[in-house]
């Protein structure tokens, strides 16, 4: 397989994650830039072109709330989980969590 | 600072109206907090080749604009195939009123010319085919962002409703040509009803006084198959009854060709100043039903062929 092949389909399984990961950093609010760096440090590598998008379709479909606030002389636009956004949260987490048991019996690797 | 601005004004340009201050605003913000973090001070002119490099690594400013507000395309991929079956039911509805306007065409020309009913059609269908793509790309653009594409996109089926699986597409191209044909040689039948007596006295044939009788036969036998073209367009696949009457319908030419070969000529040269053409237009008659019956033998054996595969 193209190195390039392999690249898209770590984005393809990737892509479902990284809404799950969005909405749980999004329990505190989170301007881009902050919440960029908190899901970098936690170990999942998301540029700036997917993740600001993103964010926007997830506050237009409700998930998420907005505010425009002033922080250091500068405007900056936070987000932060709705209680919409908080129902979907708790949902698709323990859906994560009976894929990612399923997905250990499949590929062997539970303990 | 300016490179900046231009940079995220160039995104602006791709952005609908109504979405362009909110997102200029937050993608600007965003590009500032980007820059503060690689120690990049977007006003400061010694940071100018920095900021080159910052704004080189975001994507074209277009894509990014396609990013922030996706642009709804006219026509979805998942529509794609209700699309295509209106276009060529569109395309269908432009033939026959091209063939329509050819009829009126020769009528009104007062001529007989099977190349200008060709280039009419064409030309009729060239002109209006333009017109349709948008008006049903539009339509397809505005029912499709509201959201009212979605009921018609499937529609409901059932496997019994599905074609057998050795079904036959019936050729929409064929049916055009048997539609073109039949018309055609309905206007050739019926020139004295509709060319004048200059233009019909000018012509160079036309059928014999003792055969009168056979412009009524031909008419039938030429009307039925312009009925059955046009039922035949308005269905995908054969049936065995369907494409029954299709072999009927050669078989019936086969008998009348065979039985004119039989008969004295149906035509004769009308026109006295072609009255030297007589001898080889009486040859190419007596030998064309011939030949033509033949040919629609060849037809109906492997239109036969496929008839005992249904």
């Known amino acids: 397989m193209t190195e390039e092949r392999q690249h898209k389909l770590r984005l393809e399984l990737r892509r479902g994650v990284l809404v799950l990961a969005v909405l749980g ?71 994560w969590q009976d894929l990612n048991r399923c997905l250990e019996q499949i590929l062997g690797t539970e303990e | 600072m300016e490179l900046l601005d231009r940079y995220v004004q160039a995104v602006a340009h791709y952005l609908p ?50 990013s922030y507000a996706p642009q709804y395309p006219l026509v979805a991929s998942e529509d794609m195939g209700l699309y295509k079956t209106i276009v060529l039911k569109g395309l269908l509805v432009l ?33 209006n085919i333009g017109g349709m793509l948008i008006i049903i790309t539009a339509t397809f ?29 019936i050729s929409t191209s064929d049916g055009i040509s048997d539609i073109m044909t039949s018309v055609f040689g309905l206007l050739l039948l019926w020139t004295p009803l509709w060319l004048n007596e200059e233009a019909y006295n000018s012509l160079i044939l036309g059928i014999a006084p003792n055969m009168e009788h056979w412009r009524i036969i031909l008419t039938i036998v030429m009307a039925g198959s312009l009925i059955a073209a046009i039922y035949r367009l308005t269905q995908t696949y054969w049936t065995r009854w369907s494409m029954g009457a299709y072999i009927a319908e050669y078989l019936i030419y086969i008998g009348v060709m065979l039985t004119l070969w039989s008969l004295p000529p149906l ?16 040859q190419i008659f007596t030998h064309g039903w011939l030949v033509g019956a033949g040919i629609f033998v060849l037809i109906t054996t492997s239109e036969v062929r496929k008839w005992r595969k249904l």
Not at chain 1, 58 to 71: H, I, M, N, P, V
Not at chain 2, 272 to 280: E, N, Y
Request: proline letters at 5%; hydrophobic letters at 35%; glycine letters at 6%.
């Open chain 2, 95 to 127: 033939f026959v009123y091209a063939v329509v306007t050819a009829g009126s065409y020769l009528i009104n020309a007062q001529s007989v010319n099977a190349i200008a009913f060709l280039l009419v059609v064409l030309s009729s269908v060239w002109d």
């Open chain 2, 141 to 169: 653009y505005l029912l499709g962002k509201s959201g009212y594409l979605a009921q018609w996109r499937y529609p409901s089926w059932s496997p019994e409703t599905l074609p057998p699986a050795n079904a036959q597409r």
């Open chain 2, 17 to 66: 109206a109504e979405q362009k201050q909110d997102i200029m605003r937050e993608l600007r913000a965003n590009l500032l907090d980007e820059l503060e973090s690689l120690g990049i001070n977007a006003s400061n002119q010694t940071d100018t080749v920095a900021l080159t490099t910052f704004l080189q690594r975001q994507d074209h400013p277009q894509r990014i604009a396609q």
């Open chain 2, 267 to 282: 035509f004769v040269v009308n026109n006295p100043v072609a009255t030297k053409l007589t001898p080889i237009i009486e």
């Open chain 1, 25 to 95: 950093a999004c329990k505190t609010p989170q301007y881009g830039y902050s919440l960029r760096q908190h899901i970098n440090d936690a170990g999942i590598d998301i540029d700036e072109g997917t993740l600001y998008p993103l964010i926007r379709r997830l506050a237009e479909q409700g998930l998420l709330d907005s505010e425009w606030q002033k922080t250091d002389g500068r405007d900056r636009r936070y987000y932060q989980l709705s209680q919409m956004g908080s129902d979907t949260l708790t949902q698709l987490t323990t859906d």
